[in-house]
T-cell receptor, first 109, second 116 residues
């Protein structure tokens, strides 16, 4: 069956460090992959989209990589700040957008 | 601020009530979505409307009835719900919907539903 897996444990890091979140998938061949941020009680907010023919995408302090051989995407936040604390969701397109369970990031001052 | 507006923000209803959730977007998007999200779980797709026609129904129970009166509006009619239907209901829109390319979704803030 098709599965999307993100780090199930919360990720705690110190302010200023780089946070790296992982999204692994099986039995998919997605055309692209997306990352969203969700704050408690609010709707997800789109961050980045990376296509199957792209290896890396950047936006300000964010960087996403996409390895279709490993079936994995890595999401990096450099120079992390307490305001980056949230749940980050990866999502794959297979005729419809399917979300991973999310990783909660806590950035401590 | 999100450009997808959902009302009401909170709704409490009994199992015999009939209520509706409403969603509006003015970005000219032609695809609109309903997702359901339980605590500490990812959003789960319920329905997709593309060009005002229902294109995906993820085997949602008939007590949930979607409606798309026009390209800017999406409703979710609720009737005879169960307590386990309590969740955050998210509306989203996107530029297009086809089998290959959903594009980025713009979500509303959600309607928190509690069924007593």
């Amino acid at each position: 069956s098709q599965k999307i897996e993100q780090n199930s444990e919360a990720l705690n890091i110190q302010e200023g460090k780089t946070a790296t979140l992982t999204c692994n998938y099986t039995n998919y061949s997605p055309a692209y992959l997306q990352w969203y941020r969700q704050d408690p009680g609010r709707g997800p907010v789109f961050l980045l989209l990376i296509r199957e023919n792209e290896k890396e995408k950047r936006k300000e302090r964010l960087k996403v990589t996409f390895d279709t051989t490993l079936k994995q995407s890595l999401f990096h936040i450099t120079a992390s700040q307490p305001a980056d604390s949230a749940t980050y969701l990866c999502a794959l397109n297979k005729g419809k957008l399917i979300f991973g369970q999310g990783t909660t990031l806590q950035v401590k001052p | 601020d999100t450009e997808v507006t959902q009302t009401p923000k909170h709704l409490v209803m009994g199992m015999t009530n009939k209520k509706s959730l409403k969603c509006e977007q003015h970005m000219g998007h032609r695809a609109m979505y309903w997702y359901k999200q339980k605590a500490k779980k990812p959003p789960e797709l319920m329905f997709v409307y593309s060009y005002e026609k229902l294109s995906i129904n993820e085997s949602v129970p008939s007590r949930f009835s979607p409606e798309c009166p026009n390209s800017s509006l999406l409703n979710l009619h609720l009737h005879a719900l169960q307590p386990e239907d309590s969740a955050l209901y998210l509306c989203a829109s996107s530029h297009r919907d086809n089998l290959r390319n959903t594009g980025e979704l713009f979500f509303g803030e959600g309607s928190r539903l509690t069924v007593l």
